[in-house]
């Protein structure tokens, strides 16, 4: 008996040792504008234990240490370090800006821009906010609020939104995923479907308006999209989401972290699943998202990191826009689409896209000494899929529908015809237009401290491309086959799902950059001098115009030099008040469509001229304790750009114009300001654009849908408004927060001068008038985000509506004849729009 009570003092004791043992460090984490950082890492020095902030930048750390060291850190932000010893509450700990504190992420140490440092235009947006406003709105539009920033859902597939920075599309836009350029190499664009799953693994993104922090040679004409996704998560734990919203929408994910282990080793796996019918007819959607990242600590001065994501979708698409009075006839209003029909029963997206891009990239962050560093990155990317669409020798079957004008196409009419046909094959069938690549590339960037005070930055930028474009066939709507004779190496086939037709060629791009940076920084002043050269390669190969025995079947390769040289300074007046300037000199390769200039491989522009790019920015920025504005002027002047535009035919189809030696000048003004009371936050920008085109063009070559060059036209456009963005943008914002964890937002947005988009045959004569301007509008978008404990878990509720009060407004235009709203081409906005999710953390 005396044993056993000795036994349960001893026990007693341990446990009591245990549990006074316990250290518990709290604080609340901020940026220097004394705004909450959610997720910032809080880890115990010497140990591999930790905890992250929550949603106001508060943490609750336990440990059996009674005194040490905490790291308190934060991607684009210096680490910090505070001692401890017992129970202690840090308070409020600020930390700085600073783009040296993203080893994690390795390359994007040289395309983060910091404030009051980076002499540049910049706006940046943290994880809280994307999850506390996207909802189930398309990513871009996340940036609405932006200055100079207009983004529109176009026909309202899903991650079919578009953005224009500037007045610029995507295609003179960068984007850059983790310091990783991902626009496509051959013409540019950024087709957002293809990272539909990106809002899930975000960590931070960052809008830098014109020339752009990145010391890469990207298309930084209107700005640069940084985009930094998560690494691995301090914690070991996770969560598991799900959403809710109008017409279907469903969203389902998981996302699973081991923690920081002993042996330096951490993992970080997310998984979700979207779903829904559309809020415009015929675009049901169905997609994948995944994110996978694995890093290793492996010793002081050497770490790497593997990070893999993608997002495998498919949705139904509205391609054609249509008359206002249209929309008003339909029975469906703004949201009638002609692009999708019914066959035994069932829908068929006539128009559709479903693409799978990955991005895979493995880095290597070694610090040489306290004042070298080298960080690498291989990557790799690939993709397939592409769009659908309607093919055959009777496409105005397309048009014969389920009762009247509005209702879905009467496919089962096209089978019946089809069948009837018997060895005649199918007159229409549908087909889709695949552009599968693959896409490999290393990043490399060296940086070393030559004094206190000066910075060198070095690097090389290598990428290989291989794009596969053909058209195949997808449902023969009945038919045995259909008949095709385009390619030359087999004529007269008898088509079958899944043959390719019509066109099939490879495009081939080469990317040979160098880089070089020099940065003075002192407390007051950060001055740099970037230079960038490039040489962009271009070999085109066609299977189906030429026989595999002639040598025009493979061009030789076509090489164009460009560089940039670009440099500015900030200078910190005081703790409260900066200015900056910056201005840069680009030279750009031409796009691919430039040199091949119709779909072939003998018209060849092999002296196509390089874009040129002039820009010049002057920038104020004032940081109070609870008020901070920036105000900038920017001025870029384009010649010889290079355009690929797309347009509607009166008969349905879709003509391409290739459009060379455009001149344009982009000018305005951007105000963005921030002011900070105990439990409100109120937020808003303004932005005056003034987009013009600055000459007039000849010989303009027009395309069918089957690449076949059909006319050539004058463009007279001199002094017309650039068009497809509003020129004019406001935005006010308010957060409340009503108690702990619970915060309630506002948002109003204002967009006016947007001009319609004009198709080149409609501008042959001089003295062509401005296109058509629809009307400004405004929309006013709420949330509600309610945090709350079930049992030990964090759980949080958010309910966002759109368009609260249901505003309809047009938000693209095509322009018409006369140039009025009565023969104009539109997608309406969306109209009110909910989204309700909840998140568990265990």
């Keep these: 008996m005396r044993n056993l009570k000795n036994w349960l ?90 783009a040296e504190s993203l080893d994690e992420i390795v390359i994007t140490a040289v395309s983060f821009a910091v404030d009051r440092k980076t002499p540049i235009a910049v706006s940046t947006i943290k994880a809280d906010v994307i999850e506390n406003k996207l909802g189930s709105q398309e990513f871009p539009e996340i940036l609405k609020s932006t200055p100079g920033v207009y983004a529109t859902k176009s026909g309202g597939g899903f991650g079919d939104g578009r953005l224009n920075l500037r007045g610029f599309n995507s295609e003179n836009v960068a984007v850059m995923i ?83 282990l002993d042996n330096g080793f951490a993992a970080t796996v997310s998984a979700a699943k979207v779903k829904g019918n559309g809020y415009v007819d015929g675009t049901e959607f169905e997609g994948y998202n995944y994110f996978v990242n694995i890093s290793k600590q492996i010793n002081d001065n050497h770490k790497i990191s593997l990070t893999s994501f993608g997002a495998p979708q498919r949705h139904g698409q509205r391609q054609n826009q249509n008359l206002i009075s249209t929309y008003r006839n339909a029975e469906s209003g703004i949201k009638f689409n002609p692009d999708w029909g019914i066959k035994s029963g069932s829908v068929v997206h006539v128009e559709d896209n479903f693409y799978h891009k990955s991005q895979t990239s493995l880095n290597h962050y070694w610090t040489i000494s306290d004042k070298t560093n080298l960080s690498t990155a291989l990557y790799a990317s690939w993709g397939s899929g592409g769009g659908g669409g309607t093919a055959g020798t009777n496409r105005e079957l397309f048009q014969v529908r389920i009762g009247g004008f509005d209702q879905p196409i009467d496919l089962d009419n096209i089978v019946e015809i089809n069948r009837a046909n018997g060895a005649l094959g199918s007159e229409a069938f549908l087909r889709a237009s695949r552009n599968d690549h693959s896409w490999y590339g290393v990043l490399s960037t060296f940086k070393t401290e030559l004094t206190d005070n000066i910075s060198f930055i070095g690097g090389v930028d290598i990428r290989s491309y291989v794009g596969k474009h053909f058209r ?109 300037a910056n201005i840069g000199y680009f030279e750009r390769a031409p796009i691919f469509t430039s040199v091949f200039l119709q779909f072939d491989n003998e018209h060849i522009n092999a002296d196509a001229e390089n874009e040129k790019i002039f820009s010049a920015e002057l920038g104020y920025g004032f940081r109070g304790e609870k008020f901070a504005a920036n105000i900038n002027i920017y001025r870029t002047q384009w010649n010889d750009r290079t355009l690929t535009r797309s347009f509607q035919n009166p008969d349905g189809t879709f003509g391409t114009a290739n459009i060379l030696g455009v001149n344009a000048l982009h000018q305005g003004v951007e105000l963005d300001f921030t002011y900070r009371l105990p439990n409100l936050t109120l937020t808003g920008m303004v932005s005056l654009g003034d987009w013009t085109w600055a000459n007039d063009l000849e010989n303009i070559q027009i395309f069918d849908e089957e690449q076949n060059l059909v006319n050539t036209v004058n463009m007279y456009i001199d002094g017309l408004k650039v068009s497809d963005a509003a020129q004019t943008t406001a935005a006010l914002g308010l957060d409340y927060k009503i108690m702990e964890k619970t915060h309630f937002t506002v948002d109003f947005n204002y967009f006016d001068d947007l001009y319609a988009r004009y198709d080149p045959n409609d501008r042959g004569t001089p003295n062509a008038p401005q296109a058509w301007k629809a009307p400004a509008y405004t929309t006013f978008d709420m949330s509600l985000r309610y945090g709350f404990k079930i049992g030990d878990l964090d759980t949080t509720l958010i309910g966002r509506m759109n368009n609260v009060f249901d505003t309809q407004y047009i938000a693209d235009a095509t322009d018409g004849a006369g140039s009025v709203a009565q023969t104009a081409l539109v997608w309406f906005g969306f109209g009110r729009t909910f989204n309700i999710s909840a998140k568990i953390r265990f």
Aim: overall charge negative; charged content about 15%.
């Design 472 to 580: 195949e066939v997808t449902d023969l709507l009945g038919g045995e086959y259909a008949y095709d004779n385009s390619d030359v190496n087999n004529p007269n086939r008898a088509l079958q799902v899944g043959d390719k037709f019509q066109y099939n060629n490879d495009g081939e791009v080469g990317w040979q950059g160098l880089f070089t940076q020099l940065e003075y920084n002192t407390d007051d002043l950060s001055t740099f001098l970037s230079v960038a050269a490039s040489n962009t390669s271009y070999r085109r190969i066609d299977y189906f115009q030429y026989l595999d025995s002639d040598p025009l079947q493979t061009t030789d390769k076509y090489n164009f030099f460009g560089y940039s040289v670009k440099g500015g300074a900030n200078y910190n007046i005081d703790d409260q008040n900066n200015v900056f």
């Design 9 to 98: 003092m001893v026990v007693m004791l341990v446990s009591t040792s245990i549990i006074f043992g316990q250290t518990k460090l709290t604080g609340k984490i901020v940026d220097e504008t004394n705004q909450p950082l959610p997720g910032a890492a809080v880890v115990l020095k010497g140990a591999q234990t930790g905890a992250s902030s929550d949603f106001d930048g508060n943490f609750t750390f336990e440990t059996s240490v009674s005194k040490g060291t905490i790291v308190v850190s934060f991607v684009g932000y210096e680490t910090k370090t505070l001692t401890f010893s017992g129970n202690t509450n840090f308070g409020t700990i600020s930390l700085k800006p600073s």
């Design 178 to 260: 983790n310091g990783v350029p991902v626009n496509d190499m051959e013409n540019g664009r950024v087709y957002w479907s293809n990272w539909a799953g990106l809002a899930d693994v975000t960590s931070a993104m960052q809008v830098q308006r014109g020339l752009g922090a990145s010391k890469v040679a990207v298309p930084s004409i209107g700005g640069t999209i940084n985009i930094i996704s998560k690494t691995t998560d301090i914690e070991k734990g996770g969560n598991v989401s799900t959403s809710v919203g109008n017409d279907g929408y469903q969203k389902y994910g998981i996302t699973v972290s081991t923690g920081l």
